[in-house]
């Protein structure tokens, strides 16, 4: 969804990465996911957004990791100041919680205005245009 998101729109992507990676085994990794989620960890990220204050939109973006978004986008939003920008959540699940999902990441800033999210299961993407035309963001 990133991916497309970033193509329509001629965005800039930014991956939000722990510096410790997640295990590429899919038990590992939602066992890891889990625990974070437990803990209310708050995962180091690998990396910065460069020209924070140049961007008046922002996507955040993620899987729906047992019934939430991941720990590590609790770290994302608050590690920016969100205030004066425009929040557009999306996810990608399975079969439940996308709303939750999306919920999620507008309250975790609450200083920026939102947008609609969307919610996608698999990796067909054909809704991301017309979302996009709804919200106002591609003509």
């Known amino acids: 969804m990133a991916e497309r998101i970033a193509e ?3 965005g800039t992507l930014f991956r939000i990465e722990p510096v410790n990676p997640y295990p590429t085994d899919y038990t590992e ?8 989620r437990d803990t209310n ?5 690998a ?12 996507f955040i973006g993620c899987p729906v990791w047992w019934w939430t978004t991941p720990m590590i986008i609790c770290t994302f939003a608050e590690s920016y100041d969100f205030a ?6 999306f996810c990608t699940y399975a079969s439940t919680y996308r709303d939750e999902t999306l919920a999620r990441i507008v309250e ?11 919610g996608l299961s698999g990796r067909n993407t054909d809704d991301v ?6 919200i106002g963001i591609i003509e």
């Open 8 to 10: 329509l729109t001629d």
């Open 41 to 45: 960890a708050r995962p180091a990220i």
């Open 108 to 118: 975790l800033t609450p200083d920026a205005e939102h947008l609609e999210g969307l």
């Open 29 to 36: 990794c939602t066992d890891v996911a889990l625990e974070e």
């Open 129 to 134: 245009e017309p979302w996009l035309r709804q």
């Open 84 to 89: 004066g920008k425009t929040v557009v959540p």
């Open 47 to 58: 990396d910065e957004v460069d020209n924070w204050e140049q961007y008046d939109t922002v």
